[in-house]
């Protein structure tokens, strides 16, 4: 008698998941103290950040909500941008001979020193020094944080690329933006917390620089094109009344599936993703939709300007400003691709020209997204990041062209309690290596993610047998560019 009920129970519960086995036994005391570690009010407000997301808040106020990420793919030359080198011009065309650095890609034989082409002013309160490259940037320059400094792993744009955006230069782990939706959770309920403004090109390491990887699906990326309809099936086909009763089917078969499965979680978040949709359907189109901007700032951005490109770009810009306003946690703004190259930046040729081409597309709105946070007083809560994932070789095999360089490069930072008007960090009088305050990107990464009042060491998520985190093993905050 004793086995045939050993037996009945273990077919009772054999199809049950945890959480089922929690709700249904003893009364139910399982699930109310396993509701009471899941509930928001416990946490983050972010219902797939349970209590180990939440113990990575600091102690302290977060000095920024959200991040603007301008993602200037294939690499900025830093020497002709913002780091100016006044001997490499009187060395222009001598053969170019360096001291052997373990991250330098090319080698120096037949290699001859570049001078910029651009010539180099101070600008601002601060005496920045900027290049004819950028005289928009150079008209807020007393906002941003130069950082001169950083170091990459590979002299490859799709490993610099991943590594940019996901702290690993091989695929399969979660974006910045991932991380950073899942570690605070949806600020506006009615939008994603992370937005990839594409510009028609997706830069080296595809989809996988702004995929969720093993966190929630939820934490993708929303993409939102520049040109005709900024996401696919956004409009609803059906009545409100009609679409709230499919979802509610979904729901409910779903999490019939489920209870047979034991595949809550999974199960969970598909009906997330079903909800999100429903609810961007109406507040994401009117957020694309800039006609009811003043005709001021349309022209402050660049919209009604002559080439597409150009328009485009300031439009993303523009949106991005929308979008932050109206909660969204993390914002990327990818460039086009304008002359069918592998990156938009990736000037081996032709230098002078593409390079112009490229500022004079995202110069503008740029400065004017920094101008426009700034006079609605979202400056100081938003943190605007401007990078590339590598520099350019101060050195050329040609004459008007740079390659792949990691060994020391600029991005800057503005905005979310970073100091502005500065510069930190170095490279040597030739800009081949950092050598003063040098970086890394998880050093980058981890100073993101304090200045959103989040702990890089301890956002966590168990995966593989371990902890996984953004910085993984690495990074620290770069405290000496914070505001006190």
């Not at 780091?83 to 991250?103: C, I, M, N, T």
């Not at 966190?215 to 409100?240: C, F, Y």
Request: hydrophobic fraction near 35%.
């Amino acid at each position: 008698m004793s086995d045939r009920i050993i037996e009945h129970s273990r077919s009772q519960f054999r199809n049950t998941s945890r959480r089922e086995f929690l709700r249904s036994s003893g009364m139910g005391f399982g699930w109310l103290a396993f509701a009471s570690l899941v509930n928001p009010a416990f946490g983050t407000g972010n219902p797939e950040a349970p209590d180990f997301a939440a113990a990575s808040r600091l102690d302290i106020a977060p000095r920024a909500k959200r991040v603007i990420f301008l993602f200037m793919d294939g690499g900025v030359s830093h020497v002709d941008s913002f780091d100016p080198k006044p001997k490499l011009s009187s060395l222009h065309g001598q053969p170019a001979v360096w001291r052997p650095d373990p991250l330098s890609q090319a080698v120096s034989a037949g290699r001859k020193w570049l001078g910029s082409p651009w010539k180099f002013k101070q600008y601002g309160e601060s005496g920045l020094w900027v290049s004819d490259l950028f005289p928009h940037a150079a008209g807020v320059i007393d906002e941003l944080c130069v950082i001169r400094s950083l170091t990459g792993e590979s002299p490859l744009h799709g490993a610099q690329s991943l590594l940019m955006h996901t702290g690993r230069s091989v695929a399969a782990a979660p974006s910045m933006g991932s991380w950073i939706s899942y570690g605070l959770g949806r600020e506006n309920e009615q939008l994603p917390g992370y937005v990839l403004l594409n510009n028609d090109w997706i830069p080296n390491g595809g989809f996988q620089n702004f995929a969720s990887s093993f966190l929630p699906a939820t934490h993708q990326a929303t993409l939102v094109r520049a040109k005709g309809v900024p996401v696919d099936n956004i409009t609803a086909a059906d009545p409100e009344s009609v679409q709230r009763a499919k979802l509610d089917f979904l729901r409910q078969q779903d999490s019939l599936f489920a209870q047979t499965q034991g595949a809550s979680d999974a199960i969970e978040s598909s009906i997330r993703n079903y909800e999100t949709a429903a609810q961007m359907q109406t507040v994401v189109p009117q957020l694309c939709d800039v006609s009811d901007e003043t005709a001021e700032t349309l022209k402050l951005y660049g919209v009604d300007r002559e080439h597409d490109f150009d328009r485009y770009y300031a439009l993303q810009c523009l949106r991005a400003r929308r979008l932050a306003e109206a909660g969204v946690r993390f914002i990327e703004i990818t460039c086009p691709n304008t002359h069918a190259n592998n990156s938009p930046w990736d000037q081996h040729g032709e230098l002078k020209l593409r390079h112009t081409e490229n500022a004079r597309i995202t110069d503008q709105p740029v400065a004017a997204l920094i101008t426009d946070l700034k006079r609605r007083g979202l400056l100081d809560e938003t943190l605007v990041v401007w990078a590339g994932e590598m520099g350019r070789t101060p050195h050329s095999s040609g004459s008007d062209g740079r390659d792949h360089h990691v060994s020391g490069y600029t991005i800057w930072m503005a905005g979310g309690g970073i100091r502005g008007g500065m510069t930190y960090g170095a490279t040597d009088e030739m800009g081949m290596s950092a050598v003063e305050n040098r970086l890394d990107i998880h050093d980058i990464h981890a100073t993101i993610l304090n200045q959103l009042g989040l702990h890089h060491e301890q956002l966590t998520y168990r995966f593989g047998g371990r902890d996984m985190r953004l910085t993984d093993v690495h990074g620290r905050v770069i405290r000496e560019i914070l505001n006190s």
